[in-house]
């Protein structure tokens, strides 16, 4: 997620726009990986700060994936 600037650098300094969309679709498919191995919300008190953290992870990636389409002019769901 980091990388946004860079990708937004890389395409605003070759004039090309498929930096964009590759990046999102990377971005989602690494985040799809987490969400599909990783239990995000858990029950256990012990488990407070990681339900937390990655609470945190999630809605960074949803800021950056919204920030990206936004960019390209794309709309995104606001829930799923």
Do not use: N, W
Request: net charge positive; aromatic share 4%; glycine share 4%.
């Amino acid at each position: 997620m980091l990388e946004l600037p860079e990708v937004v650098a890389q395409a605003v300094e070759t004039l090309a726009c498929h930096p964009l969309p590759r990046y999102a679709q990377e971005l989602a498919a690494v985040f799809h990986i987490f969400y599909r191995d990783c239990r995000v919300v858990s029950s256990e008190p012990a488990d407070r700060a990681v339900t937390q953290a990655r609470l945190r992870l999630a809605q960074a990636a949803k800021l950056v994936l919204g920030r990206t389409l936004a960019l390209m002019g794309v709309g995104a769901p606001d829930r799923m």
